[in-house]
């Protein structure tokens, strides 16, 4: 079963095909290339289009590309263009979500070192764990009073970081000025 849909995805997985088929009626595929660019602050990735026996784009992102693109909410332009002249068609959002067989630790520094000083006072640290260092010291030289001082701090730093994450969220990201 292939999943075409009829517009731009607003959210997809890193490491999944995702397919979508676009008609512009003054812009014919026999006669135009039709190419998006996927963007934010961080990555850039462009994806060109195929054009169609009925003179319709289809928009194709394989898993092996999708695979490389990073997690992140970015922004998307779809151009035409013929010779000298190019139009953009389209614009949007979406939502690239993390590949779920990579084996990468999305984890934050503050939640890494938290996590590291939960286990040393657990006594179930590794020698990774063991290893980082807080100031001038690693955990594996602290005294247990050290560690527990450490985790209260790193715990009040991820609550912080996790406030400011739902605030980010709630707020969109944009804050409006105005000047008068």
Request: no cysteine; proline share 2%; glycine share 4%.
């Given at each position: 079963m292939t999943n075409i849909f009829t517009s731009e995805p607003l959210k997809f997985r890193a490491g999944d095909t995702v397919k979508w088929q676009k008609v512009?009626?003054?812009y014919p595929s026999s006669e135009w290339n039709l190419?998006?660019?996927i963007y934010n602050s961080n990555n850039y990735y462009t994806v060109d289009?195929?054009?169609?026996p009925d003179n319709s784009f289809l928009i194709e992102i394989t898993?092996?590309?999708?695979?490389?693109?990073?997690?992140?909410e970015?922004?998307?332009?779809?151009?035409?263009k013929k010779g000298t002249e190019v139009y953009t068609v389209g614009t949007g959002t979406l939502t690239i979500l993390p590949n779920i067989l990579s084996a990468t630790d999305d984890r934050s520094h503050i939640k890494k070192v938290l996590d590291?000083?939960?286990?040393?006072?657990?006594?179930r640290a590794s020698r990774t764990d063991l290893e980082y260092w807080i100031g001038d010291k690693r955990i594996r030289n602290m005294t247990h009073t050290e560690i527990y001082s450490a985790w209260r701090r790193y715990k009040m730093?991820?609550?912080q970081e996790l406030q400011?994450?739902?605030l980010g969220k709630a707020t969109g990201r944009n804050v409006k000025v105005r000047f008068t």
């Amino acid at each position: 079963m292939t999943n075409i849909f009829t517009s731009e995805p607003l959210k997809f997985r890193a490491g999944d095909t995702v397919k979508w088929q676009k008609v512009f009626e003054n812009y014919p595929s026999s006669e135009w290339n039709l190419q998006y660019a996927i963007y934010n602050s961080n990555n850039y990735y462009t994806v060109d289009a195929i054009a169609q026996p009925d003179n319709s784009f289809l928009i194709e992102i394989t898993s092996t590309q999708s695979a490389t693109y990073s997690k992140g909410e970015y922004k998307w332009i779809a151009r035409v263009k013929k010779g000298t002249e190019v139009y953009t068609v389209g614009t949007g959002t979406l939502t690239i979500l993390p590949n779920i067989l990579s084996a990468t630790d999305d984890r934050s520094h503050i939640k890494k070192v938290l996590d590291a000083l939960e286990k040393a006072l657990e006594g179930r640290a590794s020698r990774t764990d063991l290893e980082y260092w807080i100031g001038d010291k690693r955990i594996r030289n602290m005294t247990h009073t050290e560690i527990y001082s450490a985790w209260r701090r790193y715990k009040m730093l991820y609550e912080q970081e996790l406030q400011a994450e739902q605030l980010g969220k709630a707020t969109g990201r944009n804050v409006k000025v105005r000047f008068t």
